[in-house]
């Protein structure tokens, strides 16, 4: 297709019933028709092509459709794209799950496969609750979470993200924990011990985004906080959660942000990224002294879950295909390149009209602005500019692929300097 003609019949037919993501479906401007992706571009059915900017949500960190991962997903597609997980195991998932032990600290060894992330973080949240259980304690069954958190979207995800963010309509209807400050100085850290102290029979745990706060703003804190959630946690025996599903894979800098805090969580979720973009699939990672507490005679102590797609073998070999890729290719390297570069290049929207923040870590750099009113009307101007760029809430932000080029990642920082220069 060229520009300008009218998109493809499978749009004009089918649009009128998707109903798409996070969007007022009456007022939303239509999504672009994409023809396929390659590296860092989307090509749009009208042959228009966007250097991507956020890589599908921070999934695909290796670029799309890289070889190797493709080359992995054709050979398992060939003997088995998927079979149930009841009763069942297979090469991909233990080799996986062996893997993942071996990267991540300490003896956080048990591996519990998902198809999302939201779904990672319930099974974390049931593993914790039910830990207190399966031990004879019972009523601990909250836990403490954090303004500017975002979980997911399911129900129990949706209880631990921000109450102030998308989730706000559903307040009332999800079971109560509590949203505290992240402790940053000695006020909040001493408002934490005290809300710990009071409840602390009522709680499970404690979740947190390691170092960046995702999709509640962007929002960065240092590793010391980490480090102070570690010994609440352990002076009032919570389980400590990371929900690694955004920082995971060398988005923030360190193939894992627990790493950077040298913190050891009880239980970590992983998601995004894990597959290198892509196929779905997410993993709640538990430390031994949890798994002991479901090692039992009793069968009632067991983890009554079980997603019907669980460790689906293609996307097993994909994610295995991703972590080969972090092992041959210096992958931590490109993500301290990235970082200078947005350093670099998005500085020169600091002091520029209605900017609030300009911030970087990591293969992530985000321009806050005081408020933006026109978000879809932002959105396509970044479209106009040959990018993929999607601000939400008052942040414009980057997660790019980290094998994106310099020229590609400057293209991608110009035009936000242009676009926020011209508000
Ligand atoms: C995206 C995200 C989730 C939810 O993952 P889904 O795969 O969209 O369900 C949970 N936690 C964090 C930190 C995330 O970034």
Known sequence: MTRGST????????LDHIWLPYAQMKTARPPLPVAHTEGCHIVLADGRRLIDGIASWWTACHGY?????????????????????????HEP??????????????????????????????VALKMAVQYGLNRGVRGRTQFIAFKGGYHGDTMGAMAVSDDAGMHGTFHRALPEQWLLDLPTDEASSMALTQTVERHAERLAGIIVEPL??????????DAAVLQVLRRIADRYDLLLIFDEIFTGFGRTGTLFACEAAAVTPDIVTLGKALTG????????VARRKVFDAFWSDDPRHALMHGP?????????????????????????????????????????????????DVRVRGAIG????????????????????????????????????????????AT????????????
């Open 277 to 284: 973009g892509s196929l779905p699939l997410a993993a709640t």
């Open 308 to 356: 019907t797609f669980m460790a689906h073998a293609l996307a097993c070999a994909a994610a295995n295909a991703s972590l080969d890729l972090f092992e041959q290719e210096p992958r931590l390297q490109q993500v301290q390149a990235i970082a200078a570069a947005l350093t670099e290049g998005l500085g020169a929207c600091r002091g520029l009209p209605g900017v609030k």
């Open 7 to 14: 998109p493809p019949g499978w749009y004009r037919s089918g």
């Open 65 to 89: 459709n890289h070889p190797h991962i493709r080359a992995a997903l054709e050979r398992q597609l060939a003997t088995m794209p998927h079979v149930m997980f009841g009763g069942l195991v």
């Open 93 to 122: 998932a233990l080799t996986l799950a062996r893997r993942l032990a071996d990267l991540l600290p300490g003896d956080l060894d048990r591996v519990f496969f998902s198809e999302s992330g939201s779904v990672a973080v319930e």
């Open 212 to 221: 960046v706060q995702g999709a509640g703003g962007m929002r960065f804190h």
């Open 366 to 409: 985000v321009v806050e602005l005081e408020r933006i009113d026109d978000l879809d009307g932002l959105r396509t101007r970044f479209v106009a500019e040959g990018v993929f760029v999607r601000p939400f809430g008052n942040v414009i932000y980057l997660t790019p692929s980290f094998t994106i080029d310099e020229g590609e990642l």
């Open 412 to 423: 991608l920082t110009n035009a936000i300097v242009r676009v926020v220069g011209a508000k």
